[in-house]
């Protein structure tokens, strides 16, 4: 991989430099410098927190717009399953896919089925004796990429499968090129539909030699609004859709463990119950659970920052819309495959854990030099006033004392410090005034 190329984007201008977006970042990516955000690559998992947390809106998903596909191309759109609960009173999910075709699309294929495939693959990953327990759900991007750099001895937990919008985009171009002989596989595009800036990132950071499956990405609440009056609900639309109950149940958190059967699985939503999770099972502390599924925004996929809906109604929507579907419509393909066909080489590149960057030689230290280090960055966190008021421009007291030793920072960027030594100075000149001539 060249490098992740990130979705997540700051208009500078626009920045007003407040510490909103500093105080929420879950892995300290974010400092205040000449009055403004800047926000670090290497450490940015485009969770979509500080888009939002930021009242001035300087934050932003980077995504492809409809008018950009091309047009002489086969479009085949990919709807998330979370797409499906952003409309008020939806009965029938064709209503969304007669849509998709209204609005120029030539074919849809649900990543609800993709979803189906997957749990069912999934259950017969999970009866093999060589994994690591607890297997920990790759679905959500955030996720893959927070343990890569932040949880790396994790790493084994991950579970080896594509997402379901790389199946659903597989067994779309197949699906395609067999009803229609006449095109070329450079013919077709597949368009996932997201409610996430992650999973743009995911695709646009495909690695070398991986076979794409997905071809572009758009966002769900600008596809919204285009359905929304796209969508004719005077007529009943013609049967479509595919997926079944639990293809759907993917939108909120839970409905992937669950789906699988097993009673042995925990289900955590929101970036700071992930980090405890994951923590959690670092530690060691549990060791009676089989499967872990985590999702980074609140609710699982249905409130990502590129939805229109809360993300509870939208989950009461899908119930709604699910309630008379079968339990799942899709089944692993008698090909002879198994789910060692979908285990990508590497899901991310990891990075190693470094409180330098790489260009100032972090990777060539010595272990000596590491501790020295770890030891100034402990001795200068004593100096500070340990507050983590984010006046420096970091987030918290600690990590200003990294900043420090990584030499982005000086002491006297810190505020309280300042004032504590121009009042000694003070103090000291006003002691040598009273001196008696």
Known sequence: M??????????????????????????????????????????????????????????RAVYEKL?????????????????????????????????????????????????????????????????????????????????????????????????????????????????????????????????????????????????????????????????????????????????????????????????????????ADGIENVIHVLDKIENGQLTNVSFVELNACPGGCVGGTMTVENPYIARVKLQSLRRYLPVSMNRVPKTGEDPETYVPDELVDARPFTYVSPEKGALNLSRAESIRMMMEIESIYDATPQIDCGACGAPTCRAFAEDVVRGEAQMDDCLILMRERFKAMVNKQKGADKKPE
């Open 2 to 59: 060249e490098g992740y190329k990130h979705s997540v984007f700051l208009e500078t201008e626009k920045c007003k430099g407040c510490t909103n977006c500093l105080k929420r970042c879950p892995t300290e990516a974010i400092r205040i410098r000449d009055g403004h955000a800047v926000i670090n690559p290497d450490d940015c998992i485009d969770c979509g927190e500080c888009i939002r947390v930021c009242e001035q809106k300087a934050k």
């Open 67 to 267: 008018e950009d596909l091309d047009s002489s191309k086969y479009l085949i759109a990919l709807p998330a399953p979370s797409l499906f609960g952003q409309f008020n009173a939806l009965t029938d999910a064709d209503y969304v896919i007669q849509g998709l075709l209204d609005i120029g699309f030539n074919d849809v294929y649900e990543v609800a089925r993709g979803a189906e495939i997957h749990t069912e693959y999934t259950r017969h990953y999970m009866n093999r004796s060589d994994i690591v327990l607890p297997l920990i759900s790759s679905a959500c991007p955030v996720v893959v990429r927070l343990i890569k750099n932040r949880f790396p001895t994790l790493t084994d937990h991950l579970l080896p499968l594509l997402a379901p919008m790389e199946i659903a985009g597989k067994y779309a171009r197949r699906e395609a090129l067999k009803k229609h002989p006449e095109l070329k596989s450079e013919d077709i595009r597949t368009v996932f539909i997201s409610p996430c800036p992650a999973k743009v990132s995911w695709v646009k950071s495909t690695m070398q030699d991986q076979e794409v499956y997905v071809d572009n990405v758009v966002s769900a609440s600008e596809v919204y609004f285009r359905l929304i009056s796209a969508m004719k609900r005077e007529a009943s639309p013609k049967a479509a859709s595919k997926t079944g109950m639990i293809g759907l149940s993917w939108a909120s958190s839970g409905g992937e463990a669950s789906s699988l059967l097993n009673e042995g699985y925990l289900a």
